[in-house]
């Protein structure tokens, strides 16, 4: 794998600080003492310090659904913020809800961020990613795999219609419609395939749906989709 | 033709003797003379010229003009007419033809001219106008003739020797025509004449066809016909069909209208015979078919052409057909409403499941009807032909399934025995029918699921009409449709062939076996290849140990011959034949399977409760109170239940009824059948469904696996090119999409109209 090649030529230290970690910790007295002194030098030490305020002693390597609470607290942002998804993104994260510590070492060495107010001033930065294109489909892509239930292939309604809502909502002036076609549909999951042509679909349709061609690719959800909204369109509103 | 001829000859020899200049006389005494003397021929010089009077010009063409004077006044002539004959010969022997000419001439025009007074007068009847009209041009025609005749000698000499000049009967035409036929006032009071005379014919009054004629012919004589009259005739014609197409359109319904336009047309070229120039036919007939026709054909065709086809009006269409088939795209009209209509009215056919019943006869005979149109009315036109099949094959799958399905339902009903209805070769006209519905359909593998439950039934029932229709019946399908199609059914017969063979080698292996106590029994066993057949539920009963036994028996004697094959016995297929005594006698009970053991349990005991029954046979729940039912309740009751009832419950008592009688001696009685239909035909479509999502499935991965990477809409054509069964797009899409869902192949990351192969 690419990623870990990468990571493994360029951070040499990391992996060396990784070993003393576990003593580190112990010592917390030294640890609060270099954090003062080297305050705007990246340290990865203090990084996993950091890392080590969140996780529990029964699971000292994974940052769990409450330690990421309190995460999002200390950083300021609400845990469904956008910027959640692509920090989440930058550490590689395999499982909504949890990090764990090399997804945390990572996403956090890249940003060189190793306290609370450093990724606060990242946030922006993390926002303004979602503004290229292409970095926004591997976003977008990579939250399908993020958000679904690793025991199913495929993402339920729900998690699907907060995630669309979360990436599409602001975008997409269709959302709304697509929500509530969703809503009244006899469909309980999406696959993978749904959602990547959901994307596609925002990104390429007109909103008065004139350039879709029922004949082309599109799963069969979009047809359905656009018929619904068709039929929708062609009543009469009652205002 | 003659006359003349003689008249040349004459004038030739006329003139060789009045040329009296020059004599040859030839003494030719070659005969009587001596032999020795000289022959002598004298050449001697003209006498003298003989001369002409020096007013002989003048008085000559005095007579001559007399004469013409008194033939345009139409009087008695001085002068025989050999003598005036004479008189113009001599003239123009005398160089004088070219002065007579114009003396001719001048004196004709004259009178021509002073004749147009009475045609400029206030008229006031047309017809008197016309008449008089006539008369003048018959007179001045009657006139030339005899003048040409006088000066004939003049017209073949002068006349010929001067291309420029006209003969006299075109002198006279051409005079006529300039100073009267070309005057606009006579011109156009003439043919408005005419036009108001054919306008007459037109509404029904009878007219002077002769004088219509007459005049007509003078027009083309005076080569004025095309200008002066034919164009005004033709836009009169225009608008008088015009309008009068529209007005009877509305009044009269089609098939009036149609016999209307056939009159009309009919009148014209009766028109065209009697009194027209022969060169306006094609413009006129043209014209009426335009109006009465071209114009109305959309007209026609939506108010009337249903009702037509409808009644099955063949006398009507054929007219419809003849008249359509005159204008351009008359017929690609009538054929584009036919092949409408078809599709309307069979789908109405198709499309109700009340008339299910009756659809496949229906579908028969309105193909044989069509057909029939088609080929009477439409003179079995190629395009009606190809429109007419291209309709079937639309309505007829405008129902998905149930056409096929039902199709082959009629035919396992003209194959199943007992129908008497047909002899053979009408049963084979039936099947050759039922071929061109069954090419029309689109799902044929519905068809032949149907088709195979039916046949298996017919051919393990025995109830099979006919080996010979049953083979006929596979050929055609296996002629339609390839043998792939057929191997199944195939397979079939094959195997109550081999079943057929087994037995008899089986019975013979009996008689030597030791089994002695079973040789009473006869057993025939159908071997069913699986797959071949039907897939038909398994059911476990509890069988007499006779039965069993003789199950075991035969297993071994099959396997010892096939070895490593698996033999599952089906009793719900098995039916058997019981001897039993009733107090009126024995009886022979043809029963299928179950009912036979339920009938055996009696021959222990002669009460049974339910229960028992059920616990001795272990036959399914259902399955045990409707052969109880049809044992008990039907028509031959061998059973009594106790208490009666129609419905068997689970605390009814069953008694062997001894007081059975029935006047025939073998008695068959009928399962009652399960209102299965419903629930089997499900089964059926249900399996036919699942069939083409793994032939869908199949097909795609087969082309991806070719192609690698293929854009959807090539992928699409590609299915449908492959695939022979009816299929919507939509539904192919769910079908990539659940193999992309498994990996089978995924879409493009960057292409989403792309399909990549995985492997």
Known sequence: MPRGKRRHAIDMRPSEDDQQSTKRQRNSYQNSRRYSKTDDAFSQKRCLTWFREYTTPDDPDTLGPEGMEKFCEDIGVEPENVAMLVLAYKMGAKQMGFFTQSEWLKGLTDLQCDTASKVQCKLEHLRSLLNDPNTFKIIYRYAYDFARDKDQRSMDIETAKAMLQLLLGKHWPLYAQFAQFLEQSKYKVINKDQWCNILEFSRTISNDLTNYDVDGAWPVMLDEFVEWLRQLRAQPTIS | ?759
């Open chain 2, 1 to 759: 033709m003659d006359q003349t001829e003689n008249d040349r000859k004459r004038a030739n020899f006329s003139a060789l003797s009045n040329a009296n200049g020059a004599i040859i006389k030839m003494t030719a005494n070659a005969g009587t003379g001596k032999p020795g003397d000289i022959k002598k021929i004298v050449i001697k010089n003209f006498k003298s010229k003989p001369t002409l009077p020096d007013n002989y010009q003048e008085q000559t063409w005095q007579k001559l003009r007399e004469a013409v004077i008194a033939i345009q006044m139409s009087k008695r002539i001085e002068y025989s007419l050999e003598e005036l004959y004479q008189a113009v010969e001599n003239m123009c022997s005398h160089k004088m033809d070219s002065q007579l000419y114009v003396n001719l001439t001048a004196l004709a025009e004259q009178h021509v001219k002073a004749n147009i007074i009475p045609f400029l007068a206030e008229s006031g009847d047309k017809l008197v106008y016309l008449k008089k009209m006539n008369e003048y041009w018959q007179a001045h025609c009657q006139q030339m003739i005899m003048i040409r005749s006088i000066f004939l000698y003049l017209d073949r000499t002068y006349v010929l020797q001067n291309p420029t000049v006209h003969s006299i009967w075109d002198m006279g035409l051409e005079l006529f025509r300039d100073h009267i036929a070309l005057n606009g006032l006579v011109q156009s009071r003439t043919v408005e004449g005419i036009l108001i005379l054919i306008e007459k014919e037109r509404h029904g009054e009878t007219v002077d066809r002769t004088l219509l004629k007459s005049l007509l012919r003078m027009l083309s004589d005076l080569q004025i016909y095309r200008d002066a009259f034919e164009q005004k005739f033709l836009v009169a014609t225009k608008h008088l069909y015009q309008s009068e197409g529209q007005a009877k359109m509305e009044v009269l319904d089609v098939p009036a209208y149609l016999q209307h336009v056939d009159k009309r047309l009919q009148e014209e070229n009766e028109r065209l015979l009697h009194y027209l120039d022969s060169c306006t036919k094609h413009q006129l007939i043209v014209t009426v078919e335009r109006q009465l026709i071209n114009e109305h054909v959309t007209g026609i065709l939506q108010k009337g052409l249903d009702q037509l086809l409808e009644e099955n009006r063949m006398a009507d269409l054929t007219l419809m057909y003849q008249l359509f088939s005159r204008v351009k795209n008359g017929t690609t009209e009538l054929c584009a409403h036919f092949n409408a209509y078809i599709k309307k009215k069979g789908r109405t056919i198709v499309i109700d499941p009340e008339k299910d019943k009756s659809m496949v006869q229906d579908l028969l005979d309105y193909k044989d009807k069509m057909d029939n149109i088609v080929n009477t009315c439409f003179e079995r036109n190629e395009k009606f032909g190809n429109s007419l099949r291209e309709a079937f094959e639309y309505f007829i799958n405008q129902r998905s399934n149930k056409p096929a399905e039902l199709i082959a339902k009629y035919v396992d009903m003209k194959l199943r025995a007992g129908n008497k209805e047909a002899t053979e070769e009408e049963l084979e006209q039936i099947l050759d029918k039922i071929m061109v519905q069954f090419r029309f359909i689109h799902g044929k593998d519905v068809f032949e699921a149907f088709y195979k439950k039916d046949l298996a039934k017919r051919l393990l029932v025995g109830k099979s009409a006919s080996v010979d229709a049953e083979k006929s019946m596979l050929s055609k399908l296996k002629q339609e449709c390839g043998g792939g199609f057929t191997s199944k059914l195939e397979g079939m017969f094959k195997d109550m062939e081999l079943s057929r063979d087994i037995n008899l080698a089986f019975r013979q292996s009996m008689q030597n076996s030791e089994h002695k106590e079973l040789q009473n029994i006869d057993l025939t066993v159908n071997i069913l290849t699986m797959g071949f057949w039907p897939t038909y539920p398994v059911m476990e009963v509890t069988l007499p140990h006779e039965l069993l036994q003789y199950q075991s028996i035969f297993n071994k004697f099959y396997l010892a011959k096939h070895s490593g094959r698996k033999l599952q016995w089906q009793p719900t297929l098995g039916h058997c034949v019981l001897k039993a005594q009733f107090d009126a006698g024995p009886k022979d009970l043809q029963v299928s399977l179950f009912q036979a053991l339920v009938l055996l349990l009696f021959n222990f005991d002669l009460t049974i409760p339910f229960e028992d029954i059920r616990t001795a046979v272990n036959i399914e729940n259902g399955e045990l109170k409707r052969t109880l039912q049809s044992l008990a309740c039907g028509k031959a009751r061998v059973l009594t239940k106790i208490p009666k009832g129609r419905e068997v419950e689970n605390t009814d008592k069953f008694q062997f009824n001894n007081e059975f009688t029935n006047k025939l001696f073998r008695i068959k009685i009928n399962q009652i059948q399960m209102k299965e239909t419903t629930e089997e035909q499900k089964a059926t479509e249900e399996r036919v469904y699942q069939d083409r999502q793994y032939q869908i499935d199949a097909a795609i991965v087969r082309i991806m696996k070719m192609r690698k990477t293929l854009s959807h809409n090539l992928l699409i054509t590609e299915l449908y090119k492959q695939l022979t069964f009816p299929v919507k797009p939509a539904d192919l899409k769910k079908r990539i999409e659940s193999l992309i869902d498994r990996d089978y192949m995924e879409r493009d990351k960057d292409n989403q109209n792309q399909y990549n192969y995985v492997a």
